[in-house]
């Protein structure tokens, strides 16, 4: 858990993101001018990654997931051209 002075906790907020899901942090204010920073989803225990290293690491995921498709259709995986709709729940006996 981490506890700082409200404007400390905003500029954090604005600055970094969830190390465990890369999402937004949370601010709960106390009476004491002072806020915890903490994740919705992950909780108190993942820690805190600045923003900029995220999307530099969803950058380099989207890369690699584009990698690997392209891979996975030159080897025959996955098809080479997309199913519709229709097809696709035909396929799934709808």
Known sequence: MTILPDENAEQMQEEYVCAGCWQRLSLEYTADKTARVTCVRCGD??????????????????ADASEVKRLLKKLGVIDQQSKTEEEILADLGF
């Open 45 to 62: 225990d993942r820690g805190f990654v600045h923003k900029s290293w995220a999307e530099k690491q969803r950058e380099h995921d989207f």
